[in-house]
């Protein structure tokens, strides 16, 4: 579903992504772990291309991502198409990026309305379905300012999931909650997980990256350090650098 090769970024002359590959079968979980400034949310951007690679190619679903070939030869794509690409991949960030103006409803519908020309009252019907299923059914009309941070992320996830992506990228979705509230997000990730859905998880929470992850990718310095299953990588890793991580953050 989610193929990486030897993908470089550079920003200022300092290089943040040193030639990645990566692999994520359809309906397996990617957890990915590793100090700030590792490269983890680059990664991602990359994936949907927010940050075009400046090497190494992207593919989801068998498209390449930002590109076209044409005569043998690579082209990028015009922003428009590009845009057409990521309404198949749902990024949920950490620190929500809703709409204010919007009700809860408004700013899960806005998406398929605007993106995929799909009629208003179906896409408000859809919306409504999928924040019932995030457990905010009783909350549609109400602005990001009435709600919890916890139910911010919620609405975020029902919106990412509102085109029905591939892939859903997660950057750090708890990050920015108070400890209370990480919780019901995670139970919503992992009933996500449980259903199939392919996903891309950057997360500082060990416990939930056990529990939800197919492969366990450790990153620092702009590399893959280390990956396998999530008893190898966090019971018994190998390098040196993912140990010392470990060590701290349990």
């Known amino acids: ?6 993908v470089r970024k550079s920003f200022g002359g300092v290089e943040v992504l040193h030639g990645i590959d990566l692999t ?3 309906g397996e979980v990617t957890v990915i772990l590793g100090p700030s400034g590792s490269g983890k949310s680059t990664l991602l951007r990359a994936i949907n291309h927010l940050e075009r690679p400046d090497a190494g190619l992207v593919r989801v679903d068998g498209a390449l991502m930002g590109l076209r070939r044409v005569g043998g030869r690579l082209h990028e794509l015009r922003e ?3 845009l057409r690409q990521r309404a198949r991949i749902g990024f949920v960030f950490q620190n929500f990026h809703l ?4 009700t809860a409803l408004e700013n899960v519908a806005e998406a398929p309305v605007g993106a995929l020309r799909r009629p208003r009252a179906r896409a408000r019907r859809e919306a409504a379905a999928l924040l019932d299923r995030v457990g905010l059914g009783d909350r549609l009309d109400a602005y990001p300012r009435q709600l919890s941070g916890g139910q911010q992320q919620r609405v975020a996830i029902a919106r990412a999931l509102a085109l029905s992506p591939r892939v859903l990228l997660f950057d ?8 209370e509230l990480v919780g019901e997000v995670l139970t919503v990730i992992r009933d996500l997980a449980r259903g199939g859905t392919t996903m891309l998880v950057v997360t500082h929470e060990m416990g939930f990256a056990r529990e939800i992850a197919d492969t366990v990718v450790f990153m620092d310095q702009g590399r893959i350090v280390e990956q396998g299953p999530p008893d190898a990588v966090l019971d018994r ?4 650098r993912t140990r010392a991580f470990l060590a701290q953050v349990r």
């Open 24 to 26: 994520v079968a359809a």
């Open 237 to 240: 890793p190998r390098h040196p």
């Open 80 to 82: 428009r198409a590009v």
């Open 1 to 6: 579903m989610v193929e990486v090769r030897g």
């Open 172 to 179: 750090e979705p708890t990050s920015a909650l108070d400890p």
């Open 99 to 102: 709409f204010p103006h919007l």
